[in-house]
């Protein structure tokens, strides 16, 4: 479970727009979206970045939305 479509949703991003920033397919995003795909750290830190938070809000906290 990971908080990227919510952070991605709140700064009005696309899927496509995101992964262009940080130089991946928008297939990896919906991927690591939907947990089917375990991104390697050095991508995690770019989506991090790109996304204004930081590794524990993105990955192992509450969903943005129920907080």
Known sequence: M???RSFREKKG???FSLAKEIGVARQTIN????NKYNPSLDL???L????NTDLNELF???KVDEK
């Open 2 to 4: 990971n908080n990227v």
């Open 13 to 15: 991003l696309s899927q």
């Open 31 to 34: 991927l690591i979206e939907n």
């Open 44 to 46: 995690c830190i770019k």
């Open 48 to 51: 991090a970045k790109q996304l």
């Open 60 to 62: 192992w906290e509450v």
